[in-house]
């Protein structure tokens, strides 16, 4: 399934995210809480570094939500597949609505129902996995040794969902264009350069759809 | 106070995560925007690639991990497989850090 394969690469990520908060003078269910209340494992990451150095949690705050503002545009992106949907998916999906399941579910050209049971058997999945691996971060700390590199893997399963959804030449400069930008813009902090290449992909790859007359490749 | 933290980070990432579909879901948008939104897709993740590789918080990205996300690129492309994909590339880059590249 789908969603497992998705999973994998963020086993490591939990895991540091596990032992972040274990090595942290938080307490370890008030962090695991974090998985939960948040669901989101960049935001949750940023939110502990940044309070277990003694930072203020005003600003802590601010860093933590400006990294989870990209979701903003999954939001966007997604509200037209939500038209046929009852009201209390839409109120619910949005809670699990994290990086790879929106991977996952936006190319999906399915019928309502369809697609609606899709999106709540895969965001269950990653929710469940998400609580477990976190748990077991911060209860078995590093398991898995750091020269392994798991997670390079990250990046590596976003290219692949990234290119084995081109199938348009408009999504190609979008592409191509965000992730140029986001690279220019690396440098600035809370994820502020991979929210001005979201944006910047967006508008090359529109601007491409109007040159190009909308042409399918 | 931690918890208060954490408490307002959820509930920012929810309202980040729903106030579009909440909003928008029932009105049919404008050409151009809709045009917009299928973009929004390959942009993001295409811009988290990079930023997972060359943000603020990335580790240090040399030849075997250029080597590795080319390759990873290429048999995405060629198989259309996700786990061929992930497996193309930390093979790669295995490899060229094995062998001291």
Redesign the interface.
């Known amino acids: 399934m789908g969603s497992v394969s998705l999973f994998v690469p963020a086993i490591p990520f939990a895991m540091v995210l596990g032992v972040a908060i274990g090595e942290s003078s938080i307490n370890n269910l008030l962090g695991w809480s974090s998985s939960w209340i948040i669901f989101g494992g960049a935001s949750q990451l940023t939110l502990v570094t940044i309070l277990a150095a003694g930072g203020a949690p005003l600003s802590a705050m601010g860093a933590a939500l400006a990294v989870n503002s990209r979701h903003l545009m999954y939001s966007a992106a997604l509200s037209p597949r939500f038209a046929d949907q009852p009201r209390w998916f839409r109120w619910l999906a949005p809670y699990v609505l994290i990086d790879q399941q929106f991977a996952l579910t936006e190319p999906l050209e399915d019928d309502a129902d369809d697609w609606r049971r899709f999106y709540l058997t895969s965001g269950a999945v990653f929710w469940t996995f998400w609580q477990t691996t976190v748990a077991l971060g911060i209860l078995l700390g590093p398991l898995v040794p750091e020269s392994w590199g798991l997670d390079f893997a990250v990046p590596l399963m976003f290219l692949g969902l990234v290119v084995v959804a081109l199938n348009r030449w408009p999504a190609v400069v979008a592409a191509v264009g965000g992730g140029a930008a986001a690279w220019l813009f690396a440098g600035l902090p809370n994820s502020l350069g991979l929210l001005a290449g979201g944006l910047v992909g967006v508008v090359a790859g529109t601007l491409a759809d109007r040159g190009h007359g909308g042409l399918e490749r | 106070?931690?918890?208060?933290?954490?408490?307002?980070?959820?509930i920012?990432?929810?309202v980040?995560?729903?106030?579009?579909?909440?909003?928008?879901?029932?009105r049919?948008?404008p050409e151009?925007v809709?045009?917009?939104?299928?973009?929004?897709?390959?942009?993001?993740?295409?811009?988290?690639?990079?930023?997972?590789?060359?943000?603020?918080n990335?580790?240090t990205v040399g030849a075997p991990?250029l080597a590795?996300?080319v390759a990873?690129?290429l048999?995405?492309?060629r198989t259309?497989n996700?786990?061929a994909?992930?497996v193309a590339?930390?093979v790669v880059?295995?490899v060229l850090?094995a062998i001291g590249v």
């Open positions: 106070m931690t918890l208060l933290a954490i408490v307002v980070v959820g920012g990432s929810y980040f995560r729903s106030v579009f579909i909440l909003a928008l879901a029932d049919t948008p151009l809709s045009k917009a939104l299928r973009n929004v897709g390959p942009a993001v993740l295409s811009a988290l690639v990079a930023t997972d590789l060359w943000g603020p990335a580790p991990e590795g996300v990873a690129g048999a995405a492309w259309r996700l786990i994909s992930v590339g930390m880059r295995w850090m």
